[in-house]
């Protein structure tokens, strides 16, 4: 079974910065398509940012230049630093991973952009 736990979210003012992680365990693989998505109150979940089993990277527009995703050599370990946070980027975010036909998703992690 995969299991996916992110951390990393909490409170940050406007223009802070905050990273989070997302540790998967299982029966992985290092081509896995692997992401993190966004769900605001009221709102549909989205894209954030992904990795393709190539490894290219893909950004939703309003994460370009601000967000960076990155993971470990192991495939194990991803990560999402975000910068100039602002409030509309409050949202809980979850961490996804796509293997072996199935969709997997984290327990979420709270994201609150407020001063």
């Known amino acids: 079974q995969v299991q996916l736990v992110e951390s990393g979210g909490g409170l940050v003012q406007p223009g802070g910065s905050l990273r989070l992680s997302c540790a998967a365990s299982?029966?992985?693989?290092?081509?896995?398509?692997m992401g993190w998505f966004r769900e605001a109150p009221g709102k549909e979940r989205e894209l954030v940012a992904s990795?393709?089993?190539?490894?290219?990277?893909n950004y939703a527009d309003f994460a370009k230049g601000r967000f960076a995703i990155s993971r470990d050599d192991a495939k194990t370990t991803m990560s999402l630093q975000m910068n100039s946070l602002k409030p509309e980027d409050t949202a809980v975010y979850y961490c996804?991973?796509?293997?072996?036909?199935?969709?997997?998703w984290g327990q979420g992690t709270q994201v609150t952009v407020s001063s």
């Open positions: 990795f393709a089993s190539t490894g290219r990277t």
């Open positions: 299982g029966p992985i693989s290092s081509t896995d398509i």
């Open positions: 996804y991973r796509y293997v072996m036909l199935r969709d997997y």
